[in-house]
């Protein structure tokens, strides 16, 4: 019943260009991921919400490899539950970037020869609007072309009206609770940027630097002097002390002296505090409060001045309190030169005792990688601890887990050590701080609403210039997306708590555990309860892929050359549970090779299949009774029971039962690899390579017998495609759209996910026919009989002969075996199966015995000599003391190899050769 119109109709290749912008049109025009849909999210329905709340790309942002991989993983997992029969809701949005936008606008106002102070302020905001309204949306769009089944209808954007709401109450709530105030303290500070940034931002490397030990003579003694190191000698023209522990004996009787502070020619005083660490270096510091965060500690304990030496863009002068510290020749210079010209002067004076190589850890700018400069400033503050301690407290009961574990302990250790944030930012884009201020009766005002005289005196008010740091809208995402602070929103009541959040490990502390510390204070619960951090994209280098690195991948050059399909399935494939995903930039077609060539089989199955059932109507295997069935289709049937439960197994739970994970579930789930390779080997392993060739025969028959096989071929490659639907989910749409029965307005995006049968199958006796076709197979490969000639099996025991001879097509079709009566005492191959049966293989006619014997015995020779060499190595201590661990496992896994060889190398010569 083969249907040459079907195999007329599907093109011999798939063409994923031609497919894929017409699918998802297709699915947005029916509202599959939106409430215009039947299994979409909706509000009120009577289905179990699952939300995903999209991690918002930057609006300045183009899609790159983190995205495409960050994406994928959501989709997967929100297309799994929609079919799952879940009001699933993937909540989309960017967030207006503050630091990233405004760089932007200054860098196109630099190239005409402009600043912002040029513009003004409001001229600068409208013109960064005006630039995020024309390109702000080209992420989502591209995201669309990797099958990102998000709602856009709701996409949300972080300073928008109603998130620029909740982010003013959420600034004044935590006001009026005490937990937010302005400091005048040591930040870090970007000179590139110029504003203040939170711990989080000015983010550690390790380099290579240099460390001075410089001479500071005590006043009053005759060559008296100490020594003290310092990375960053500029910044000791802002010393104001030298520092030394109070039960050091060696500085005991300095205490209370003076030293002269070289260069500035300025007397400072010597003094006691336990901050000092007399173990390291020389035990004496310099206190630098103003360039410094531990020295400002100390200076507020001492009363120290506190003079500025570092203008914002980090050039030297005499600022705040400095007086005349910073020599006339220094003023204007650059830190970096400043340090070189200081050192030079160092050195002529005698002063430099040496200087030294030194590895040490320097702060940079998230954002333009500039190093970072501590710099005394006024900032506004969120106090962390009273937040901390709930989310803490959600944690250890079970209400947030953190995949995979060892991100757990991350988690905690910054929880129970966690600083206050400052929350303010030197920006003109971003939220205002809603923070007035009354220059006539200094009163300040934080408001809901915006101030325009002052509610005291009623005098002229200025609000505060700074904008909050773009973290603070970010970390209300979960709850401003969904209607906060209207507490009556439906969305907010329907969709919160969310469930999965899917995100990369460097923002795990920027934007995950402020979100969960946010759930906590302004909803009283964790925003979701899971935490899926998913490894990092590097090239072959291991290096982080990156645009500014030049090692970047494009993911749509991979949709437009393999398709969206391709770049999905292996990304998906390819992610262990927190591990890397390795790609070669050089080589686009080696590293999607795994998605593009799964896709094609997948095709060629479809094909095929397409070409044998017909255009007609199937049987509903439910209806088919089980006498009906043979023993290939019920082993079948039996593998789609066994994918379908490890594949949702590896999935989920999808959420903790009563709200709180129990031990035992805290690591279950979200084993995306491995859900991939179960699918994958169902349909090409056991659905196209085993069942496929078991049914050929069938097929083409036009009875009862023909109808079943037709029947069941289409019912397990429908549950073949809703399995794959989430990974590769526009080649599955396409051919499921195809497969007989279909109708009109069906969607396999909106198909149920599959359930076992649990029918008792009794399939195991074609475990033995694939053991020994396998076998067979094998035997074929290891004397390298031709494909085309055809080889005889005598079976030695009868326990399986029905078994055998009634399956003798399959094992003839699939090994091009003939099942023969024993006729004499020739030279056989034996093969045991795992059940004790013996098959043996006449070889007489078949190969050149005495040809194969000595090729085989040259073989054992040459692997002796191998291993006697390699044994030798391995015993020698020499070598495997001194050589990389990696290499001397490399090594003892070759022994392991060649020995094997040995073992069948010996084995089949005594069987074939007799001794």
Partial sequence: MTSNTEITEMPPQYDAGATERALYEAW????????????????????????????????????????????????????WRRMAGDEALWLPGTDHAGIATQNVIEKQLAAEGKSRNDLGRDAFVKRTADFVDK???????????????ADWTRTAYTLSPELSHAVREAFVQLYERGLIYRGHRVIHWCPRCLTSLSDEEAQHTEEDGRLYHIRYDIIGTRGKSVTVATTRPETMLGDVALAVHPEDERYAKLVGKKALLPIANIEIPIIADEYVDREFGTGVVK???????????????????????????????????????????????????????????????????????????????????????????????????DLAEPALAGFHKGEVRILPERWEAVYVHWMENIRDWNISRQLWWGHRIPVWYCDK???????????????RCGGAVR?????????????????????????????????????DLVTASEILFFWVARMIMAGYAFMDAAPFHTVYIHGTVRDTEHKKMSKSLGNGIDPLDVVRLFGADALRYTV????GMGADLVLDPEDLERSFAPGRNF????????????????????????????????????WILSRLDAAVSECSAALGPARPAKGKWKTEERQLGLRLSEYAETARRFVWNEVADWYVESVKGRLQSQTADGEVARSILVHVFDYALRLLHPIVPFITEDLWQRLPGRENGEFLARAKWPAEMARSWNAEQFETLREAV?????????????????????????????????????????????????????????????DGTEILVPLDGMIDVAKECEKMRTEVTQVEAQLKSLIGRLNNESFTSKAPAKVVEGERQKQQDLERRCEQLTKRIGELCGS
């Fill in 441 to 455: 009766c200094s009163e300040t005002i934080v408001s809901r609403e915006d101030v325009t005289a002052c509610t």
């Fill in 599 to 634: 896709v094609t089989k997948l095709w060629n199955i479809g094909r095929f299949l397409l070409g044998n059932v017909g255009e007609g109507d199937v049987k509903s295997v439910s209806s088919i009774p089980t006498e009906s069935l043979t023993l290939a289709d019920r």
């Fill in 287 to 385: 206190i630098t409060p103003a360039h410094d965060p531990n020295d400002f500690e100390v200076g507020l304990r001492h009363k120290l001045p506190v003079p500025v030496v570092m203008t914002p863009d980090a050039k030297m002068d005499n600022l705040a309190d400095a007086g005349a510290r910073v020599p006339a020749a220094l003023i204007g210079v650059d830190r970096f030169d400043a340090r070189k010209r200081i050192v030079k002067q160092l050195e002529e004076g005698d002063l430099l005792v040496k200087s030294e190589n030194h590895r040490h850890a320097v702060r940079h700018c998230y954002r333009c990688d500039t190093v970072v400069e501590p710099r005394l400033s006024d900032q506004w503050f969120v106090k962390m601890k």
């Fill in 463 to 499: 609000q505060d210039e700074d904008v909050l740091d773009t973290w603070f809208s970010s970390w209300l995402f979960p709850i401003s997306t969904l209607g906060w602070p209207d507490k009556s929103s439906k969305d907010l009541a329907a969709f919160y708590p969310t469930d």
């Fill in 135 to 149: 390109t702000g949306g080209e992420i989502l769009q591209q995201l669309r072309a990797i099958g990102s089944s």
């Fill in 774 to 834: 396998n076998s067979l197979r094998q035997l074929r490969a290891d004397y390298s009989i031709a494909p085309g000639k055809q080889i005889q099996a005598v079976l030695a025991s009868t326990k399986v002969r029905e078994l055998f001879e009634t399956h003798a097509d399959i094992i003839g079709r699939m090994t091009r075996t003939q099942l023969v009566e024993p006729s004499g005492s020739e030279e056989s191959a034996h093969i045991l199966l795992s």
């Fill in 572 to 575: 998906i494939a390819g992610l």
């Fill in 28 to 79: 947005e025009r029916a509202g599959v991921f939106t409430g215009v849909a039947n299994r979409s999210a909706r509000v009120g329905g009577d289905r179990e919400p699952f939300v995903v709340i999209m991690p918002p790309p930057n609006v300045t942002a183009v899609l790159h490899t983190g995205h495409g991989l960050n994406n994928t993983v959501q989709d997967v997992i929100v297309r």
